[in-house]
């Protein structure tokens, strides 16, 4: 299907800086398009197009996530007190393929998709009742790696996730791309926020792991309307029927270049009188 498309290859490369919005969506966050919880997030991309449909996009970029049942509106979500934060970093590659065909001497817009794979790392974290910022995962929370929970293994920061989405992109004079993009990322994991099974004894959790663990693991008996009914072992603490996302909304501003062995002529030409020193 994209042999058609190769054989009037004009090949070319595109390097530059994105920024904008992030969030989450999981057991703390239930909307996938949440009225709270953006964070900015930023980075590096890198596209070699073979052609002006098809082409390769390399990244890295960084951004925050949290969210909080102190901010939902559904009673037993609100009674649960759960909340997380943690910086994520990410690595991906994939395939974009425009709609039309841009290049600086055809199309000068068109909207694309894209597709991938990606490499992510996290450690979630919450406030102690003391204000404290506590790591969660040493912590066992729902009872992961303790040996009288043999099917709850303790969970890797380092996972993957699959990025998918699409925008629209423009040049500005010859030599720069101005892109819009909305991406998502359907993770390989259920723990970005700590939450994903049912609560584990509370008892047994603090004669392993401590009673920080056990404060943390339940958090409902720091409101004012508590009322004195600890969770027992198997009581739904999360949702376990699919894993979490996260995603971003971002622009991009990248340097349009034919080839890197003609970068210097090319900027000549194409691009504004400043580089013409060079």
């Known amino acids: 299907m994209l042999l058609p498309l190769s054989m009037n290859a004009q090949e070319h490369h595109e390097i530059g800086l994105t920024a904008g919005l992030s969030n989450y969506y999981g ?15 930023g980075g590096i991309i890198y596209k070699y197009f073979m052609n002006p449909h098809l082409g390769l996009r390399f990244g890295a970029s960084y951004t925050a996530l949290s ?11 609100k009674s649960r007190n ?15 393929i425009n709609m039309l065909p841009i290049d ?38 729902e009872g992961e790696g303790l040996p009288m929970y043999p099917d ?19 040049f500005i004079g010859n030599a720069f791309f101005l892109t819009t993009e909305i991406g998502f990322r359907y993770t390989n994991t259920d723990y970005l926020d700590d939450v994903s099974k049912s609560y584990v004894d509370l008892d047994s959790l603090n004669a392993y792991k401590g009673q920080l663990a ?46 890197f062995g003609n970068t210097k002529e090319y900027l000549k030409t194409r691009c504004p009188g400043f580089f013409k020193g060079w």
């Open 27 to 41: 057991d703390l966050t239930p909307k996938l398009f949440a009225s709270q919880g953006y964070h900015p997030m």
């Open 67 to 77: 969210g909080g049942d102190s901010l939902s509106n559904i009673p037993i979500n």
């Open 82 to 96: 759960l909340s997380f934060g943690t910086h994520l970093y990410e690595m991906h590659g994939g395939l974009e």
């Open 104 to 141: 600086v001497l055809r199309m000068k817009a068109t909207p694309y998709i894209f597709g991938g794979i990606a490499a992510f790392y996290y450690n979630p974290f919450a406030d102690d009742i003391n204000g404290n910022r506590v790591f969660l995962k040493p912590l066992s929370t």
């Open 152 to 170: 709850r293994k303790s969970y890797s920061q380092i996972n993957m996730s699959f990025p998918f989405g699409g925008g629209f992109k423009f």
């Open 214 to 259: 056990k404060a943390m693991s339940y958090r409902g008996n720091t409101l004012t309307e508590w009322d004195h009914n600890n969770p027992y072992y198997g009581f739904q603490r999360g949702d376990t029927k699919a894993n979490d996302w996260y995603w971003w909304a971002n622009m991009s501003v990248t340097i349009y270049f034919r080839a």
